[in-house]
């Protein structure tokens, strides 16, 4: 499991400008991030690091493997596990991204801030697992 003092969050974009922007401003409030250019490599990514991984932030726009088929997947995998959406242009991925799975939708450009706040208070509204051997 992730250290509880800092938490691990996968961010899927293929806008790699976007991206390292996001993964900068994570880290820099205190966050672990995995970050994945494609619905592919967030799958692989996601299956490797399974428990470490705390919340997702995925673009809806991703190429190839879409980003509300890689919500739905990872929400099926992991069901408490707080998904994020977010897309810059196409909102009408939004309804779709919320039914796989994702906890809300972000418009881009979004406040890299209120982000990270609304990273935080997503993992902390989901309950703590126990593990009964």
Not at 19 to 41: H, P, R, S, Y
């Amino acid at each position: 499991m992730a250290d509880a003092g800092r938490r691990t969050v996968l961010v899927v974009d293929d806008n790699e400008d976007l991206c390292a922007l996001v993964q900068c401003a994570l880290e820099m409030a205190g966050f672990n991030v995995i970050a994945a250019g494609t619905g592919t490599e967030a799958l692989t990514v996601f299956q490797r690091a399974l428990l470490e991984i705390d919340a997702a932030v995925v673009d809806v726009g991703l190429p190839g493997i879409s980003g509300d088929q890689v919500i739905a997947r990872m929400a099926e995998a992991s069901p408490r596990l707080p998904i994020l959406a977010m897309s810059g242009g196409d909102t009408s991925r939004a309804r779709l991204a919320l039914e796989a799975g994702a906890m809300c939708f972000l418009a881009k450009p979004f406040d890299l801030l209120s982000l990270a706040e609304r990273i935080s208070d997503a993992i902390a509204q989901q309950p703590s697992e126990i593990l009964v051997r």
